[in-house]
Structures are given as C-alpha cells and as structure tokens.
C-alpha cells in the first residue's frame, strides 16, 4: 500500500476530510493535472454513484455548495483553482468560503482536490491548510507531499512521501466528465474574452 493510499484509510478511519492540491513543477499545462485529479477522486469518493459531473467544477461557490449538500464521501474537484483562489484574491468573500471550508469542515467526510498550474499562483494562507500536494515533474509523474506547519515560524512545510505515476484515462464514464470539464474550460474562456471586449 502507498503512502497516500494509507493516509486516505486512516482519514476515512477516523471519519475526516482530506484535500488535495495539484500542481505543475514547471507552471505548464497539458502534463495530466486534470486526468490524475479525477483518478484521484473516483479512487476516492465512497458514495453509490461515484464521482460525477455534479461533483466536478471550474467555480469555487459551486464547490462551496457542493461541499455542504452532497452526500457523506463524496470526492469534490476545483479544477483551475488559480482562476478563482489566486493569492491576489486572497480578500475575496468566495477565496475565503473556500478557506473556511478546508480549515473548519473537518468532519464531513468529503475529499476535495484543486488543480492549478503553478502552486505559488493559490494563495499561500490557504496553500498551508492542504493535506497532501502533488507535483507533478512531467506527464504521468510528480511527487507526493505531506503538507505540515512549522510550529515555530508558522510557515508551511512540505515532508516529500514518494512518487507518483498514473496513465491517461481508460473509464468511459472519466473521460465523459473530462470532456465537460474541457467544454466548460472553452465556454469560460469564451466569456472572459467576450468580457475584455465589452471592457475595451
């Protein structure tokens, strides 16, 4: 058994939640950020329908409700987290619903995992509230990290645990969502170009 594998036991054991962050050694897209987020959270969600596209967002307030509605071991995915939980957000109301969801709601028993490109583009306050971050070194590897404070500056600390490897998406059902994930990444680019017009 794994590290993270044992460490996702002994939460479920003690019936708490455990959050993820994702992200890119070299700040780049397209290395399987997204495809090891929903292989992580199928691995993950203890419910009787499994992960679903309901559990899988871009926007940080459809997390948030999520969070407090879906059933006891869902997993839940922020995908592109710097978009909505940038550091120079970080004042924000939704940043902080966010925040108070991952540092407070300890006992609901949900598995949230966030992606971003970089991990310096999330705000740092909130970056050291993760339970376990994964950077990803290339397509298919990274590095699992246990995510802990040091007691005496207060700074994060992050413990290396072992590597990481995973293949692209095999489940019919995975790529169905990946698929509505990469429609709902098109449309919210299409806006925001829409908006920079309107701006202009």
């Known amino acids: ?30 290395t399987g950020k997204t495809t090891l987020a929903l292989k992580l959270a199928d691995y993950m969600d203890r419910t009787d329908e499994g992960i679903t596209t309901d559990k899988v967002t871009l926007e940080a307030d459809s997390l948030r409700d999520a969070y407090s509605t879906l059933p006891v071991g869902s997993s839940l995915l922020l995908d592109e987290a710097e978009a909505q939980l940038s550091k120079y957000r970080a004042a924000r109301g939704i940043n902080k619903e966010v925040r108070d969801i991952v540092s407070q709601a300890r006992v609901l028993e949900r598995y949230a995992i966030f992606t971003a490109p970089a991990s310096g583009a999330i705000d740092n306050d909130l970056k050291s509230l993760f339970d376990v971050w994964i950077l990803v070194q290339r397509r298919g590897k990274g590095v699992v990290h246990y995510c802990d404070v040091n007691p005496y500056r207060g700074h994060p600390l992050f413990k290396k645990k072992e590597p990481i490897t995973w293949s692209d998406l095999e489940s019919e059902r995975l790529k169905e969502i990946y698929d509505k994930l990469a429609e709902d990444k098109e449309e919210r680019l299409s806006n925001n170009d829409r908006g920079d017009e309107g701006d202009e």
């Open 1 to 30: 058994m794994s590290w993270f594998e044992a460490f996702y036991q002994k939460r479920v054991n003690q019936n708490r939640d455990l959050t993820v962050l994702i992200s890119d050694a070299s700040n780049e897209r397209g």
